[in-house]
């Protein structure tokens, strides 16, 4: 039976790598995105989504019902990172992080819940360790992140009657080409790949379903970034 997944911020990073992953594992995928992706393929939808906005959510997800009811895997992955001192970070950014990072995610399980599947959805939101762990310079980050968090640990025990699967990944910094525009001093060698970021993501769907991994933290060997 086809199994379909759901996918925010699928149009570039991580979330372009697990959308490609999640099809080449049969599975049907909704991306979400504000810009859209070139990539095309027979089993991916590419809808337009503004993670910030109700409106945008709940067009997003008159769309999906046009051909689905039900989603298998839901991967909340869209986010914001800016790099500034707190005293230099506008209330204009704390404000955004706040929106894509908290907010969004809010807007997106507020309006998913009758895609849920009784017994077999599974949630993996895409955090960081600094929703555990606070960084200097990324307060905003940090702060959206912690909120989100919570978010999703006050909302597993809400929907404890659909008996789905959460899981929260826990990455350290990944060399991605945001950091192209971080203007950061941080050493890439010292960065997990994309590739490790994916042999992680791909262990925890593949796993038999009567697994939970209800928090995963990983990170390169060399430790935190500091």
């Known amino acids: 039976m ?13 979330g372009l790598e697990i959308t490609k992953s999640l099809i080449e594992s049969g599975y049907t995928v909704f ?47 869209a986010g914001i990172c800016e790099m500034s001192p707190l005293s230099e970070t506008t209330l204009e950014q704390f404000e955004s992080h706040l929106a894509t990072n908290t907010i969004g995610p809010f807007l997106l399980f507020k309006h998913i819940e009758s895609f849920l599947i009784k017994n077999e ?13 606070g960084y200097p310079n990324v307060s905003a980050y940090n702060a959206s992140k912690f909120g989100q968090l919570g978010l999703i640990e006050s909302l ?13 990944l826990l ?10 525009k971080m203007g950061s001093k941080f050493s890439r060698s010292k960065m997990l790949g994309i590739s490790d970021f994916m ?3 791909q262990f925890v769907v593949n796993a ?4 939970q991994f209800p928090e995963l933290t990983f990170l390169h060997r060399e430790g935190f970034l500091e």
């Open 2 to 14: 086809e199994k379909c997944a759901l996918v925010t911020g699928s149009s570039s990073g991580l």
């Open 31 to 77: 991306g979400g995105s504000r810009s859209g992706t070139e990539f095309e393929h027979e089993n991916f939808y590419d809808v337009e989504l503004d993670i910030t906005s109700e409106e945008s959510v709940e067009e997003f997800f008159e769309t999906v019902r046009e051909y689905t009811t039900k989603l298998d895997l839901i991967v909340n992955n």
């Open 121 to 133: 959805t599974h949630i993996i939101s895409i955090l960081s360790t600094a929703a555990q762990y």
């Open 156 to 168: 597993k025990k809400e929907w404890v009657e659909h008996k789905i699967r959460f899981t929260n």
């Open 171 to 180: 990455p350290g910094a990944i060399d991605t080409p945001l950091w192209d």
């Open 199 to 201: 042999s992680v993501f």
């Open 208 to 211: 038999p379903s009567t697994i």
